[in-house]
């Protein structure tokens, strides 16, 4: 089993930033990748950003440039910095642990953007 935590989110203005952390537990050496994703209202939960067990990191076309995903071995958590926020970037961001045969999630933070 392996429990994902994430925190960081919040309320911030148009051009601002947030760091999002996804504090990782359990079985951690199973994990092949992590992944950020977010659902805003109505819409589907979208893929963002991931990192794999090699440091390989990809993202959305729609983040590219603005957001880095990071990780933290010794402190077991995964971060999103998160640059030059929109409000179409406001959305629940949802951390997700894939490990193969299991897949774990999170139970999101809120971010909210305002112009």
């Known amino acids: 089993q392996v429990q994902l935590v994430e925190s960081g989110g919040g309320m911030v203005q148009a051009g601002g930033s947030l760091r999002l952390s996804c504090a990782v537990s359990?079985?951690?050496?199973?994990?092949?990748?992590y992944n950020w994703y977010r659902q805003a209202p109505g819409e589907q939960r979208d893929y963002v950003s991931s990192?794999?067990?090699?440091?390989?990191?990809n993202y959305a076309d729609s983040v590219e440039g603005r957001f880095t995903i990071s990780r933290d071995n010794a402190k077991n958590t995964v971060y999103l910095q998160m640059n030059s926020l929109t409000p179409n970037d406001t959305a629940v961001y949802y951390c997700?642990?894939?490990?193969?045969?299991?897949?774990?999630w999170g139970r999101g933070t809120q971010v909210t953007v305002s112009s």
């Open positions: 359990g079985s951690i050496s199973s994990i092949i990748v």
């Open positions: 997700n642990a894939d490990a193969g045969e299991n897949d774990y």
């Open positions: 990192i794999t067990f090699h440091g390989v990191t």
